[in-house]
T-cell receptor
C-alpha cells in the first residue's frame, strides 16, 4: 500500500485517558500534516512536521496535544487527558516537499470517540 | 483571520448535467488552491489543484481561478450519481504549509 497509512482507524477512550494516533506518510514523502475534523465543522490544520522537526504548530491546542515525527517510525499525534470535545476525525496528510505547488494527500483518518 | 467560504448546499443536479461549485477566499496573496472530494465517513481525496488564473481541465473536472475576484470554482461535466459527495475547497495561505479549508458543499446528483 503506497498511500498514507493511519492507525488505529477507530479509537475509543474514556475521559482522562491518553490517545495516540499514528501516521505513516506516502512512500517518498517526508512532510506530514495533521488535521482535525469536528462534527459538522470543516477540516482544521493542526501541525506540520518533517523528520525530527516540528515546522508549524500554529493550529495545535496549547495544552494536552503534542506531535512528533521521529527519525525512524511513524508520526504520532498524542492527546493527553482526553475530554469529550476531543471526539473528532483526525486526518494525516503527506507531501513530497514543502512549497506552494506541492499537493497534500490524506490518509483514511482515525476516528476518536471519548466516552 | 483567513477564511475560505463555500455554500454548504445541498446542491442538487440531475445526472448528466454540469455541476458548478464555488469558493471564495479572503487572503488576496494566496497562491495555491485545491479541490477535495469527501464521501461521508471517508477521508478527503484530492481532485484538482490550480495555481494560475484561468481554467485547468482533468477529465470531467475543470477548475477555474480568478485571483482578482478571489474566486475559485470546480465544474463537473456529465455528472454521475457517484459524484454525490461533499466538495472541499482548500487554500494554502502565503508563508504557510497548512491548508485552510472551507466547510464544503454537499452535492447530490439525482439519477
Amino acid at each position: 500500500n503506497a498511500g498514507v497509512m493511519q492507525n488505529p482507524r477507530h479509537l475509543v477512550r474514556r475521559r482522562g485517558q491518553e490517545a495516540r494516533l499514528r501516521c505513516s506518510p506516502m512512500k517518498g514523502h517526508s512532510h506530514v500534516y495533521w488535521y482535525r475534523q469536528l462534527p459538522e465543522e470543516g477540516l482544521k490544520f493542526m501541525v506540520y512536521l518533517q523528520k525530527e522537526n516540528i515546522i508549524d504548530e500554529s493550529g495545535m491546542p496549547k495544552e494536552r496535544f503534542s506531535a512528533e515525527f521521529p527519525k525512524e517510525g511513524p508520526s504520532i499525534l498524542r492527546i493527553q487527558q482526553v475530554v469529550r470535545g476531543d471526539s473528532a476525525a483526525y486526518f494525516c496528510a503527506s507531501s513530497p516537499a514543502s512549497g506552494y505547488s506541492y499537493e497534500q494527500y490524506f490518509g483514511p483518518g482515525t476516528r476518536l470517540t471519548v466516552t | 483571520q483567513k477564511e475560505v467560504e463555500q455554500n454548504s448546499g445541498p446542491l442538487s443536479v440531475p445526472e448528466g448535467a454540469i455541476a458548478s461549485l464555488n469558493c471564495t477566499y479572503s487572503d488576496r496573496v494566496s497562491q495555491s488552491f485545491f479541490w477535495y472530494r469527501q464521501y461521508s465517513g471517508k477521508s478527503p481525496e484530492l481532485i484538482m489543484s490550480i495555481y494560475s488564473n484561468g481554467d485547468k481541465e482533468d477529465g470531467r473536472f475543470t477548475a477555474q481561478l480568478n485571483k482578482a475576484s478571489q474566486y475559485v470554482s470546480l465544474l463537473i461535466r456529465d455528472s454521475q450519481p457517484s459524484d454525490s459527495a461533499t466538495y472541499l475547497c482548500a487554500v494554502r495561505p502565503p508563508n504557510a504549509d497548512g491548508l485552510t479549508f472551507g466547510k464544503g458543499t454537499h452535492l447530490i446528483i439525482q439519477p
